[in-house]
């Protein structure tokens, strides 16, 4: 059970506990768009050479010209996991205030705040795993707050591709002290592919640039990344998409007595004393979700990839939800 505590994804750790065969199984455990980018079928990455450098800039000035910021401030890092990481690296022993109820690798990658004021206050915008969606106005007022005291603001924006109007990250900037950080993965549906960005000042993107080494990312991130931020017709479609079927979850979720939270439309936090039964009937269903350590009342929901798979979570509910079943 502690591997489904830790992250979503972690298919082999409930098929250990309630059996099955991969194939048998629903994945609703990771936020991530169940309709991947279609672009990547059509992609033959280059494998034989090694990532090619003027390539790797290609695809930062495709992100950069997507989030809206400088691409001199843009770099690509193997996921955006890896990005906060490799921050908790730079930034040293800067004490981090970091939320109660949100992403785990915060307090595994920064140190928490002890005595004195911190130096680097975390906002996840919208938040995981509640979905809280904060207004670029409000995230900016805490920007000028931080650098007021001398401290950064870091800003995750791993969900928040469906609400542009909300992002930060054209306000990175030399002489500012943020840093922004964005996920390819999960928008783009295509999590394995390890891409992320971390946006900042370039004196932070220098020591990340010298600690990750001539290769950042694989052939396949350049590929994908770069075609993909490049195609503005699918991101524009599949925002839309994206709200329609989180509206349709949250009727779904309405009718066996749940209420979804959130404003991104890649999942859905339900808030029940009954969420660690509901994990373990969805389990026996063989449909994964979300627990969270600490929090027994906590279940995240990603979307359902078709009509079928909706169907199936459904019966799972109702099954749930039967009095005597």
Same mark, same amino acid.
């Given at each position: 059970?502690?591997?489904?505590?830790?992250?979503?994804?972690?298919?082999?750790?409930?098929?250990?506990?309630?059996?099955?065969?991969?194939?048998?199984?629903?994945?609703?455990?990771?936020?991530?768009?169940?309709?991947?980018?279609?672009?990547?079928?059509?992609?033959?990455?280059?494998?034989?050479?090694?990532?090619?450098?003027?390539?790797?800039?290609?695809?930062?000035?495709?992100?950069?010209?997507?989030?809206?910021?400088?691409?001199?401030?843009?770099?690509?890092?193997?996921?955006?996991?890896?990005?906060?990481?490799?921050?908790?690296?730079?930034?040293?022993?800067?004490?981090?205030?970091?939320?109660?109820?949100?992403?785990?690798?915060?307090?595994?990658?920064?140190?928490?705040?002890?005595?004195?004021?911190?130096? $680097?206050?975390?906002?996840?915008?919208?938040?995981?795993?509640?979905?809280?969606?904060?207004?670029?106005?409000?995230?900016?007022?805490?920007?000028?707050?931080?650098e007021r005291s001398g401290g950064w603001l870091l800003v995750d924006e791993a969900f928040v591709e469906c609400?542009?109007?909300?992002?930060? /990250?054209?306000?990175?900037?030399?002489?500012?002290?943020?840093?922004?950080?964005?996920?390819?993965?999960?928008?783009?549906?295509?999590?394995?592919?390890?891409?992320?960005?971390?946006?900042?000042?370039?004196?932070?993107?220098?020591?990340?640039?010298?600690?990750?080494?001539?290769?950042?990312?694989?052939?396949? /991130?350049?590929?994908?990344?770069?075609?993909?931020?490049?195609?503005?017709?699918?991101?524009?479609?599949?925002?839309?998409?994206?709200? /329609?079927?989180?509206?349709?979850?949250?009727?779904?979720?309405?009718?066996?007595?749940?209420?979804?939270?959130?404003?991104?439309? $890649?999942?859905?936090?339900?808030?029940?004393?009954?969420?660690?039964?509901?994990?373990?009937?969805?389990?026996?269903?063989?449909?994964?979700?979300?627990?969270?350590?600490?929090?027994?009342?906590?279940?995240?929901?990603?979307?359902?990839?078709?009509?079928?798979?909706?169907?199936? $979570?459904?019966?799972?509910?109702?099954?749930?939800?039967?009095?005597?079943?």
């Amino acid at each position: 059970m502690n591997g489904l505590l830790h992250h979503g994804g972690r298919l082999s750790d409930a098929i250990a506990r309630f059996g099955g065969a991969p194939a048998d199984w629903i994945d609703l455990s990771t936020g991530i768009n169940p309709h991947p980018w279609p672009g990547a079928s059509r992609l033959a990455p280059e494998w034989r050479g090694l990532p090619d450098p003027a390539a790797l800039a290609r695809l930062e000035q495709a992100a950069a010209a997507h989030f809206g910021v400088d691409p001199a401030l843009c770099c690509a890092v193997a996921g955006s996991e890896m990005g906060l990481r490799l921050l908790g690296c730079v930034m040293g022993e800067m004490k981090a205030e970091i939320a109660p109820l949100t992403y785990g690798t915060y307090a595994r990658a920064f140190a928490r705040t002890g005595p004195g004021a911190p130096g $680097l206050r975390i906002v996840t915008n919208p938040n995981n795993p509640d979905g809280v969606l904060r207004d670029r106005a409000g995230v900016l007022a805490e920007l000028d707050a931080q650098e007021r005291s001398g401290g950064w603001l870091l800003v995750d924006e791993a969900f928040v591709e469906c609400h542009p109007d909300a992002s930060v /990250a054209s306000a990175v900037a030399e002489g500012r002290r943020l840093i922004v950080t964005r996920s390819f993965g999960k928008f783009f549906g295509l999590a394995g592919v390890r891409l992320g960005f971390v946006l900042a000042p370039s004196d932070i993107l220098a020591e990340l640039r010298r600690v990750q080494g001539d290769w950042p990312v694989c052939a396949a /991130a350049i590929a994908f990344g770069t075609e993909a931020y490049r195609d503005v017709k699918w991101i524009s479609a599949t925002r839309g998409d994206l709200r /329609a079927e989180a509206e349709a979850l949250d009727r779904l979720l309405a009718h066996y007595g749940l209420r979804g939270e959130g404003a991104s439309p $890649l999942f859905r936090l339900v808030r029940d004393p009954r969420a660690g039964d509901l994990f373990r009937r969805l389990g026996e269903a063989h449909i994964l979700s979300r627990p969270f350590a600490g929090h027994d009342d906590l279940l995240r929901l990603g979307l359902p990839a078709s009509a079928a798979q909706a169907s199936r $979570l459904a019966d799972a509910l109702a099954r749930w939800s039967a009095p005597g079943v």
